[in-house]
């Protein structure tokens, strides 16, 4: 616990037109200091700092208070965090690391660390033998020459105790080294955790090294070994890179989340500075709400091109509710991280890319439906399953009902029905180490229980379809001259469509069963589907009813679904500003809707 005299210290110890003039150029103005904002974007300085008193506001924005507040909202912290940060700014040690039953105090870890990542880089850069050169060999070839190992502080691990031995020298305690994650201890012996391995160090937002990732250079596993949890250290709070991204944040309004070290360093040394990568765990809570602090428009995630990329874009749905951040995706092509596509395609094609990335819910949706053909009704509620998956870990969100509206719209299933299932659907959580998605299950065939899921208007066209059908197998010649017409619609089943060709392509005069052997030969369900036709089989209602009857109600069913449909393109487009397209869209959305009131004068009772 910081106590109050620690608090004072502190303030005491920390010049308020210092602490500001990091980030913000100041005018003095008679006996107080001027400048602009650096929480809104403005031109004429409105942020006052009076030097006096320690406090500043801002006549813009209307935020104000003393070195903590500033702080606090500069570096989004909370306010013991703050004290901290400015505890460490100023070289002062808090009674709260001084305790006796706290183990190895904070400033020494990160002393430790500081000094082992001094040695790493020292290593990779002047070290001999065959693991200093396989190190340099690996990051040259991730185009990564002296200047930006020596930036970047990328370094070497030779292990054999070496670190250690450094490390001991310079005075640092086994306890030190070991609550560090910087050497293990066994059997009374000490022995470094990182051996021939290259080095990334990690930083926390104030640039302090309080971690590394290691990176294998042989077939050894695991390929990146990372600190383990320590005090100074905690994978789903920090990000790599962060102190450098985060004015490049403040600057952007966004962040891009990548999967990788190498990822992040090749973007900032292509001038995407506003870069960072998770810590050998997945994307979490508390890495969308640190960036929160900083980017105020979106957070891009840059995955992989590979599955488990993809996969990562599931995962980072679950955030969709905890920011106000608009959370978009992009994932690279040709199964290339972003490192391979700078380097075949340059920064600015990156560049186009991350302008053109998607919202993520509607990137996730895509993927999963590409595995299903959606012309088919069975396979459509076999798709809502797996959407439902994805949408479970929102299902007490006020997310929800637009996404189950969504869905419903794109798959034709009742929006109850979606929303049943995504609510009894257990919320899946991948382990962070996952990385291949699980195998899409085969999508069901159709059964009338399949069915039952879908919305009302589509349950309606596909018995429409399979009424015309029916009568088709028995009387193929009488819809024949209707070829044309049928060639318009737009059938709720694939299977229909493709068995009423294939029974139309059948010779004039050819035998009922014939026809139904037409069909079987190209949809395998020919028989059940074309025998569950009831309008054949009425009475009062002469053949040429029939055809007229049957083909004007899927006609409707067919019109009503297209319109469906163009309303979730035009959805789809959102706020884009009108083009060729949209004009498009909404001339069939009109023609459409004449023929459906032409069409609904003709069917009353189905209408």
Known sequence: MITDEDKERVRQATDVLALVGETVELRQRGNSFWGCCPFHQEKSPSFHVDPQTGLWKCFGCGESGDIFAYVMKRESLEFPDAIRYLADRAGIELQEERGANRGPRRNRLIEALTAAEEYYNTMLLRGRGEGPDAGRRYLGGRGFGSAVCRSWKLGYAPGSGRLVAHLRKMGFTPAELVAADLALESGGRLRDRFYERVMFPIHDRQGHTIAFGGRVLGDAKPKYLNTKETPVFHKSKHLFAFDRAKDSMVATGEAIVCEGYTDVIAMHEA??????????????????????????????????????????AERAVQFLDKTQLDLVC????????????????GVDELRARLAEARPLMDFVFERRLSSYDLSVPGQRVAALDSLAEVLAPLRDSVLLDGYVTQIAQMLGTSVEETRRRVRERPVRRPSANEQVPPAVPAARPASDGDLRALSADERFQVAAERELLALMATAPDALRPYGDRM????????????????????PEGTAPA????????????????????????????????????????????????????????????GSSPVGQDSVELFRRATELQKRIGELAKQLPSVV
């Open 271 to 312: 001038g995407i500075t506003n870069a960072v990568a998770a810590l050998g765990t997945s994307f979490s809570v508390d890495h969308v709400r640190a960036i929160s602090g900083f980017a105020k428009q979106r957070i891009v995630c840059l995955f992989d091109g590979d599955a488990a990329g993809q996969k990562a």
């Open 487 to 506: 060639a318009t619609f737009t059938w709720a089943d694939s299977r229909n469509e493709t068995m009423a060709w294939a029974m139309l392509a059948t």
């Open 514 to 573: 014939d026809v139904v052997a037409a069909a079987t030969g190209v949809v395998s369900e020919a028989p059940r589907i074309l025998a569950g036709g009831r309008i054949a089989m009425l009475e009062g209602m002469d053949l040429d009813a029939k055809v007229a009857f049957l083909l004007d109600t899927v006609e409707l069913a067919s019109c009503r679904r297209e319109v469906q449909q163009i309303r979730g393109k035009l959805r789809a487009l």
């Open 330 to 345: 992009v994932v690279l092509p040709d199964n290339q991280d972003p490192a391979e596509y700078l380097a075949d395609h």
